[in-house]
């Protein structure tokens, strides 16, 4: 089973910077690609950024030229140039199969990103 803690959230001014690291844990799986999603009051679940396990990246248009997706053995998402559209709880996500051949999909808890003067 996949376990996924979430960081770095907080309250940033508008044209700020923050950087969501996101900890995968656990044994028996391989995770073929990781992303970040966020959800704002109101609204569905939309993704941010991803990554494969073979470093290809994909963004959402909003955050293009703003936002950069990496990973280590911790993916981190960098927030640039914040604005107050981009307040959501973000959320981690992991895809891949169990040592068993089984596709999964894991959440974090999320974190609050809040963009506000």
């Known amino acids: 089973q996949v376990q996924l803690v979430e960081s770095g959230g907080g309250l940033v001014q508008p044209g700020g910077s923050l950087r969501l690291s996101c900890a995968a844990s656990?044994?028996?799986?391989?995770?073929?690609?990781m992303g970040w999603y966020r959800q704002a009051p109101g609204n569905q679940r939309e993704l941010v950024a991803s990554?494969?396990?073979?470093g290809s990246t994909n963004y959402a248009d909003s955050v293009k030229d703003r936002f950069t997706i990496s990973r280590d053995n911790t993916v981190y998402l960098q927030l640039n140039s914040l604005k107050p559209e981009d307040t959501a709880d973000y959320y981690c996500?992991?895809?891949?199969?169990?040592?068993?051949?089984?596709?999964?999909?894991?959440w974090g808890q999320g974190t609050q990103v809040t963009v506000s003067s």
């Open positions: 996500n992991a895809e891949g199969l169990t040592s068993g051949g089984r596709p999964f999909g894991s």
């Open positions: 656990g044994s028996g799986f391989a995770i073929r690609a």
């Open positions: 990554i494969t396990s073979g």
